[in-house]
């Protein structure tokens, strides 16, 4: 049990900090256990190609630069244990308020609560620590609270901050049409996108770059419902990173990509090869786009479907917004019947 490794970390710290004094040293490690476990050869290719990026990291009570790290992680673990024990839950915002006098912000206690991820091998979600979720959801699902609340997500509602307490799901859903930014869900909604496409689905949207709630969400709706995913995202860098993300993970979680990656996601566009046939304006890149694009292309998982798409964005320097583009609801049911997507 978590309770019980946590318990006999605490006891480790404090006979360290009795025998060393300050000298007491905590080591803080990723765990890469779990990367070997992936189904999906991609994805471990991303996570281990992340985790090599992460460095082994001592933190020391001696060290005036790590000590106020060493103390909050020591008063993380106490709230951690309580939290534990009561069978609760709380967010980082609740956290940070509690020890704010040895946290200047919100960030810190983030880090806190990630070092006692890495110290005790296991996720934040599985502390009882939650991130306030962002993400929006709207169609034919309804969501069963552990508490013995029901969601109903007829009408547009946020996702759950404590999903993992989420007993399970009905739906009659054939998909999940996944957007990008709220703007684009606000839009189909208006556009009564649940009519138009004559079978019900859901409609969800991370609101630009994704929270774990919306990932770890769409992850096991995937997987118990067998739904297929489509992601709807802008063309340019940060639209192609996001569809990214949702199918392969992030840096900061690489190590539980099992549990937030869609591996089969399948991108519905805007492809960059779509635009000479679109009539949508094009803006020129930025240098923040030029960037985020070299970096996209020195990632070795990224497959060679989209690999191409990235080469066209480079070739033209040129992106486009979902927000400019008209009949986006045809052009949405266009590429599904006719299965357009990467």
């Not at 502390?127 to 609340?149: E, Q, R, T």
């Not at 989420?166 to 957007?179: M, N, P, Q, R, Y």
Request: glycine share 4%; aromatic share 10%; with cysteine.
């Amino acid at each position: 049990m978590i309770i019980n490794r946590l318990e006999k970390k605490i006891i480790s710290i404090l006979s360290d900090f009795l025998d060393y004094g300050g000298n007491t040293k905590i080591c803080l490690k990723r765990n890469s256990s779990s990367i070997n476990m992936f189904a999906d050869a991609e994805v471990v290719l991303f996570g281990q190609q992340m985790l090599k990026n992460f460095e082994m990291r001592t933190i020391s009570y001696r060290s005036l630069a790590s000590r106020q790290r060493f103390t909050l992680l020591i008063c993380i673990l106490s709230e951690i244990h309580n939290l534990l024990l009561t069978q609760c839950y709380c967010t980082y915002r609740e956290l940070y308020y509690r020890n704010s006098e040895l946290a200047n912000c919100q960030l810190k206690v983030q880090r806190a609560v990630n070092d006692v991820c890495y110290v005790l091998k296991t996720t934040f979600w599985n502390l009882g620590v939650f991130a306030s979720s962002k993400g929006l959801m709207a169609g034919s699902l309804h969501i069963y609270m552990s508490n013995g609340d029901i969601i109903n997500c007829k009408a547009p509602c946020f996702m759950p901050t404590n999903f993992t307490y989420i007993d399970h799901f009905e739906t009659t859903a054939s998909f999940i049409l996944l957007v990008e930014k709220d703007t684009i869900f606000e839009k189909m909604l208006s556009f009564r996108i649940f009519s138009l496409i004559h079978e019900n689905i859901i409609l969800v949207t991370g609101r630009g770059y994704p929270d774990v709630a919306s990932r770890w969400i769409l992850q096991r709706l995937q997987r118990e419902h067998g739904l297929s995913t489509y992601m709807l995202a802008d063309a340019d860098p940060c639209g192609i990173e996001i569809m990214l993300i949702y199918r392969y993970g992030s840096l900061a979680q690489a190590s539980n990509a099992l549990q937030l990656t869609c591996p089969r996601l399948k991108w519905l566009g805007i492809h960059p090869s779509d635009l000479k046939y679109l009539s949508i304006p094009t803006e020129p890149f930025i240098l923040n786009d030029c960037r985020k694009l070299e970096s996209l292309l020195r990632r070795k998982y990224i497959d060679s479907s989209v690999r191409q798409e990235l080469y066209i964005l480079k070739r033209d320097c040129r992106k486009a917004k979902l927000d400019n583009m008209m009949f986006l609801c045809d052009y949405v049911i266009n590429k599904i019947k006719r299965q357009i997507v990467i």
